[in-house]
C-alpha cells in the first residue's frame, strides 16, 4: 500500500560536537500519542479536523487501554488509493494511524467489492449512491464524510493496531484486513447514538 512519509525524530541531540545521552529507558512514543496534521495535497481536503479526531476518541470506550501504543494519529495529504492507513514500528513497538484527505467534490467512485463492503454503513450515514458503468457514484455530504472516516475509517485502522499489538511475533501473520473491518463492524453500533451526541445526526 502507498505510504506517506512523516519524520521521525529518534536520533539523540549533539551538543559542542558531543552526543548527548538519552535519560530514559523507554520510548517516548510509548509515553502519549499526538495528532498532527499535513496539508492537503492538490485538489484535496481534510473531511476532519484535528479537534474532530479529539472529540471522537473521547467517547470511544475503554479508550485508555485501546490507545496502547499509538504513537501518532495523522491528517495525511490524501489519495486516490486508500481512506486510512496503519503503520507499526517493530523496535519502539507503536502505530501510526493515517487519515487521508479527500477529493474536494467528496464524490467518491467505488467498485463492486468496496460498495458490497460498506453499503451498511453508507446507508446508515444517508449517503445518496447510484450505479454507473465504472463502478458506484457515493455523493457524501460534509457530515457524512465527516462521519464515515471517524466512525468506520478510524475504527478500521484502530482495529489494524489492536490487532498487530496483541501479536508478540513480529513474522507471525495477524488477522489484517479480515480482523480490521469485524472490528470497526462490531463497534458501529455502540458508537453510532454516542457520535450523534457529540456530532450531530450525518443524515440531516
Not at 536520533?11 to 509515553?31: C, D, I, L, M, P
Request: hydrophobic share 35%; aromatic share 14%.
Amino acid at each position: 500500500m502507498q505510504r506517506t512519509s512523516y519524520v521521525r525524530k529518534t536520533a539523540t541531540k549533539v551538543k559542542s560536537g558531543k552526543v548527548q545521552k538519552k535519560n530514559r529507558t523507554q520510548f517516548t512514543a510509548r509515553n502519549a500519542y499526538f495528532i498532527d496534521r499535513k496539508s492537503p495535497a492538490k485538489g484535496c481536503r481534510h473531511v476532519v479536523t484535528k479537534k474532530d479526531v479529539k472529540l471522537f476518541i473521547d467517547i470511544i470506550p475503554g479508550w485508555d487501554q485501546l490507545c496502547d501504543g499509538i504513537e501518532l494519529i495523522l491528517l495525511s495529504p490524501g489519495s486516490h488509493d486508500y481512506d486510512g492507513l496503519y503503520e507499526y514500528f517493530y523496535r519502539e513497538k507503536t502505530g501510526i494511524i493515517q487519515l487521508a484527505a479527500w477529493d474536494k467534490n467528496l464524490w467518491k467512485t467505488v467498485d463492486d467489492d468496496y460498495f458490497d463492503e460498506h453499503k451498511h454503513v453508507f446507508d446508515l450515514l444517508g449517503v445518496a449512491y447510484e450505479q454507473h458503468k465504472k463502478g458506484w457514484e457515493c455523493r457524501f455530504t460534509d457530515n457524512q464524510a465527516r462521519a464515515f472516516m471517524l466512525l468506520h475509517v478510524f475504527v478500521h485502522e484502530l482495529g489494524h493496531h489492536l490487532d498487530r499489538m496483541r501479536t508478540r511475533n513480529q513474522f507471525s501473520m495477524p488477522g489484517g484486513e479480515f480482523f480490521a473491518e469485524k472490528y470497526a463492524n462490531k463497534h458501529l453500533e455502540t458508537l453510532w447514538p454516542l457520535y450523534i451526541q457529540t456530532f450531530g445526526d450525518p443524515r440531516f
